[in-house]
């Protein structure tokens, strides 16, 4: 069992401490770091964590074995920094950082300090996903040529913080709360993005934003793609790979369609629900302890977060944007 500590108690970070607090034989929380550890009383004593004001303090803690960060983007790199400093292993949510540069920069404090760094991309824990990276692996689909891809939720504009309203740190509208885990989708099928032309058009603004997001890609291997990202709309994720024998579409999060030339009707298999949460959790505290790689190695880090960063300047310049090369 890991005994972790989590930095940030808002909406997200009491999310992460449901999944697994009474429920993982893996991983338990026993601190908190909240700004004002006096309005965060009654979570604590939900869950049984001690709680400080800073981060700092908690790594003070020796009962805390690993730290998670669910807090705003623009302060993971120096978290990270941090936590990897202080020698303990870190996950942190989604997006890593905001930055090609500070991606590398957390990879390597990470590195320089012999731990784990784990990122909370949660929809790579889905079966239906894991199967279709099981038929790219074996060839099934023939030569790749083309993905499409699509993640709405409504959530992304709630005002869950205000700082989740803020265009510096969530910026590109639904490519930060949404749209950057089809990126990591893409990255875990096909591999680094080369560049990307996007654009952004806002009928209103946060809070309560109604705005799409499109995305143009192209992968470093030739593969096109499209994203699309929707604020204001039901839950919706749809995830199409073409090939020149079949093609994999991936439907909400439980479905995985393969479509076959000459055949009647495509072949359609559902999965059973998991908990991506639980599950990207455990792999955390199996990584720290020896008994399989998380998932999600350095080089598709930061290679999500490349093509992430190319998306948000070129939603500002209007331009095909080139994504940032992976060390």
């Known amino acids: 069992m890991i005994d972790a500590g989590i930095v940030g108690l808002g909406w997200w970070g009491n999310v992460l401490v449901e999944a697994v607090q009474g429920k993982s ?13 006096a309005s965060k009383q009654e979570i604590a004593r939900r869950h049984g ?7 700092a303090a908690m790594l003070a803690d020796p009962a805390v074995q690993a730290v998670v960060l669910a807090t705003p983007h623009s302060l993971h790199r120096t978290e990270i920094e941090a936590v990897a400093a202080a020698g303990k292993p ?12 500070d991606a ?9 300090a012999g731990t784990l760094l784990a990122v909370g991309h949660n929809r790579r824990f889905l079966p239906a996903l894991g199967e279709m990276k099981r038929l790219v692996a074996v060839g099934e689909l023939g030569e790749l040529l ?4 699509h993640f709405s939720n409504a959530n992304s504009s709630a005002n869950f913080g205000p700082w989740r309203s803020d265009p510096e740190e969530s910026p590109a509208g639904g490519m930060t709360g949404t749209g950057v885990h ?6 875990s099928l096909l591999g680094p993005v080369r560049s990307v032309h996007a654009q ?3 009928r209103k603004p946060a809070p309560a934003p109604l705005d799409t997001l499109s995305t143009l890609l192209h992968f470093e291997n030739e593969v096109t793609g499209t994203l699309s990202a929707v604020r204001a709309t039901p839950f919706y994720w749809r995830l199409h790979l073409f090939g020149t024998q079949r093609s994999a579409e991936m439907l909400q999060e439980d479905t995985l369609v393969v479509h076959e030339g000459g055949q009647a009707s495509p072949r359609r298999q559902t999965f059973p629900p998991v908990d991506t949460l639980r599950l990207e959790l455990e792999a955390f505290a199996d990584a720290i302890e020896g008994r399989a790689p ?5 080089a598709d880090m930061i290679a999500t977060v490349a093509a992430f960063e190319a998306v948000c300047r070129s939603v500002k310049s209007g331009r095909t944007e080139s994504v940032a090369a992976v060390p």
Do not use: N
């Open 294 to 298: 998380y998932p999600i190695g350095d």
């Open 49 to 55: 964590l001690a709680l400080s004001p800073t981060l």
């Open 25 to 37: 034989e893996r991983i338990r929380f026993v601190h908190g770091v909240a700004r004002d550890p």
């Open 182 to 187: 089809v990126l990591d989708a893409f990255v």
């Open 104 to 112: 590398v920069a957390a990879v390597g404090a990470a590195r320089k």
């Open 90 to 101: 870190v996950f942190c949510e989604k997006p890593l950082t905001l930055t090609a540069a």
């Open 146 to 149: 083309h993905v499409e891809g």
């Open 200 to 202: 952004l058009v806002s």
